[in-house]
């Protein structure tokens, strides 16, 4: 394990290296997937320390590995080919290198497949994992012949990604079997559909730990959705607005290994649900305060003729006057939609203690005591101990 971490932190410090080598902002933006990258890897390293009979611990650490792999290729080509104009040495060779990007696509359609045990659910799945792995063997031989072309070219010039711009396309047999290679690309994305859809009905048809270890899963591949497309749409772009957004969506797309791998380890797995419902509250809330103090500054600045320092004041004491009691309504309505096991446990102690005032039996509040509890907490064991008493009623 420390030789996989060691080669990823070499890795890792040779993409810092390359990138202010580079001195391209653009360049910077678009390759600077190492940090996300460093998560899978150390993370993968941690599940396989822990399970190194379940693959998919290797697999997080090979996407991890790949995904250093090919950023550092990428701002070698534009170090070599945009500011040293193809005088370094094995330009051709990073530029090559950039066509293994796919095998990450197709490391992460294993890792949804065999979440989160590893095995496959049922012996008629193998036959699926084989048309998979030609699929994209085939595939990735189309990618590799396409990007071959680069050696042919005395004067290759790459974009600030370090992909190549002006490389022909292949002719003769490489063309014939490039196009071959292209079609499979249908057949990998209806494995994919399997995969996905194999976890969705798993997820209707289990409960307890195994339900929440795909709580786990989807969580994380939503954060990592919506964080690649944001950093996508801001790449490319200097302004400070983007380069926010691309550091945000680097800590976002690092959100999918970390759920994987508490899901796999179990690690607090039942929090999930109270990690949501805060997480959806708190930007409910957020959003709502922000948007009513520019309101309420515009509204005091523009029709009331407050001074600039009034309504700034004004509104900042409206906003904090107003958080809790929005956060607490807020709270409720995400509880009551998303974590719903601790609505129903708050609703039960709730009606508890409204009862509890007028009970004047102690045999009936300690029943009633037992039944909230084990509503509201779900033991594996219950035991009410009162004073006087000889022993547990």
């Not at 945009?82 to 005088?87: A, E, N, P, V, Y």
């Not at 711009?165 to 079997?177: K, Q, T, W």
Request: net charge positive; hydrophobic share 55%; proline share 4%.
């Amino acid at each position: 394990m420390f030789a996989i971490l060691g080669l990823a932190l070499l890795l890792y410090s040779t993409c810092v290296v390359l990138l202010i080598a580079t001195r391209d902002f653009r360049a910077a933006s678009e390759n600077a997937w190492a940090v996300p990258a460093l998560v899978f890897a150390a993370l993968g390293a941690v599940v396989a320390w822990h399970q190194p009979r379940n693959p998919i611990g290797w697999l997080l650490v090979a996407c991890g590995g790949l995904n250093l792999l090919v950023d550092a290729a990428g701002l070698y080509s534009v170090l070599d080919f945009r500011i040293h104009h193809g005088t370094l040495p094995l330009g051709r060779a990073a530029v090559m290198i950039q066509a293994s990007a796919f095998l990450l696509a197709v490391i992460f359609g294993l890792i949804v497949l065999l979440f989160p045990d590893g095995t496959l659910p049922s012996r008629r799945w193998r036959w699926v994992l084989w048309v998979y792995a030609v699929a994209s063997v085939m595939f990735l031989a189309n990618q590799f012949i396409g990007q071959s072309t680069v050696l042919g070219v005395s004067h290759l010039q790459v974009d600030f990604t370090g992909s190549p711009v002006n490389n022909p396309d292949p002719s003769g047999v490489a063309a014939s079997v490039a196009g071959i290679g292209d079609r499979f690309s249908t057949v990998i994305l209806a494995c994919w559909v399997g995969f996905v859809g194999r976890q969705v009905l798993g997820y209707r048809r289990t409960a307890g730990e195994r339900r929440q270890q795909l709580k786990w899963l989807m969580a994380g591949a939503a954060i990592c959705v919506v964080a690649v497309v944001a950093t996508v749409l801001a790449g490319g772009s200097d302004s400070p607005g983007a380069q926010a957004v691309q550091a945000a969506g680097q800590l976002g797309i690092a959100a999918l290994p970390v759920s994987i791998s508490v899901g796999i380890l179990r690690y607090r797995l039942y929090d999930i649900d109270r990690i949501i419902s805060r997480t959806l509250a708190y930007t409910i809330v957020t959003s709502l305060l922000i948007g009513m103090y520019a309101g309420l500054v515009l509204l005091a600045t523009r029709l009331l003729s407050f001074q600039t320092p009034v309504a700034v004041a004004a509104a900042t004491l409206a906003a904090a006057a107003l958080f809790n009691p929005l956060r607490q309504r807020v709270q409720r309505a995400v509880d009551r939609r998303f974590n719903r096991a601790r609505y129903d446990a708050d609703q039960t102690v709730t009606e508890f203690a409204a009862r509890l005032k007028d009970a004047v039996d102690l045999d009936s509040v300690g029943a009633d005591l037992a039944i909230v509890v084990s509503r509201a907490l779900e033991p594996a064991h219950l035991s009410i101990w009162l004073t006087g008493r000889d022993g547990p009623g």
